[in-house]
């Protein structure tokens, strides 16, 4: 637990320096914690190191984040829910570093269950070009679907 901790802290921190506020960790505006957070989770969803990520690589991120990963206003909507019921209790310390993480720390407790429901979509999705009864999609189908807008993967060939 101790360890979900630092790392949480450690990503926050990150998510600081990449937006440009790492001397202002204490004195951020509402609109300046939300860019924190959304960067916090842009790093996570993408799995970008939070220990070397550059603020070029993050704002390449931000100009891509839709297509490389589909669910991202659903899950800033989602995010902003959650550090609202946290930030109820203590609303005058909604914007300190110490209330924005015990925020990410709960999307972190939560984050697992809400992800569930984006799998479920992926799967009913991907059950609709299933062959027979086999659990198996051709290439052709999978493609296909992702080009008429039906979904997005980036899965290689390869892969």
């Not at 924190?36 to 799995?47: E, H, K, Q, R, T």
């Not at 390449?60 to 800033?76: D, K, L, M, S, V």
Request: glycine letters at 6%; charged letters at 30%.
């Amino acid at each position: 637990e101790s360890l979900v901790h630092e790392e949480t802290l450690d990503r926050l921190h990150s998510a600081y320096r990449v937006v440009g506020l790492e001397k202002q960790e204490e004195g951020a505006k509402e609109s300046e914690v939300e860019q924190v957070i959304d960067a916090y989770m842009l790093m996570l969803v993408l799995g970008l190191n939070h220990t070397t990520v550059s603020k070029e690589l993050v704002s390449r991120a931000w100009g891509n984040i839709e297509r490389i990963y589909p669910a991202w206003g659903q899950t800033q909507k989602w995010v902003r829910e959650v550090r609202k019921e946290v930030t109820s209790a203590d609303p005058l310390s909604r914007t300190t570093f110490t209330m924005t993480a015990q925020v990410l720390e709960e999307v972190a407790d939560r984050y697992g269950r809400w992800q569930d429901g984006e799998c479920t979509a992926i799967k009913s999705d991907l059950m609709r070009y299933e062959r027979g009864d086999t659990g198996r999609v051709l290439l052709r189908d999978f493609y296909g679907a992702a080009l008429n807008g039906s979904f997005q993967y980036t899965e290689s060939k390869e892969y």
